[in-house]
């Protein structure tokens, strides 16, 4: 299993010190990045390091508020996700 997160990632984290992310720890924050802006390697790695699995429940439960709309939809699809969790983006005043 993939370890290290790719350093061509690490333009996405600029809030953080890249280099003390962990893979499993930070996993939420990863999955998000990555499934938004990664490219291909990008996303070769993010599935080599988790599951088809808990890469659809995290699109499920938090791509529609995480996500760009557009990769959301393309991430929708791809997993078969008829219902996905979604809300509104706009906060209820």
């Not at 990632?9 to 890249?18: D, G, I, N, S």
């Not at 390091?49 to 939809?73: D, H, I, M, N, S």
């Amino acid at each position: 299993m993939p370890e290290s997160i790719p350093v061509t990632l690490k333009p996405y984290f600029q809030e953080y010190v890249f280099e003390n992310l962990d893979p499993e720890r930070d996993a939420f924050i990863v999955i998000e990045r990555a499934l938004a802006w990664g490219d291909v390697p990008e996303l070769r790695w993010l599935f080599a390091r988790y599951t088809r699995e808990r890469l659809a429940a995290w699109v499920q439960q938090a791509g529609w508020r995480c996500l760009p709309q557009r990769r959301f939809k393309y991430w929708q699809f791809f997993f078969d996700l008829d219902e996905a969790t979604t809300g509104s983006r706009v906060w209820p005043h």
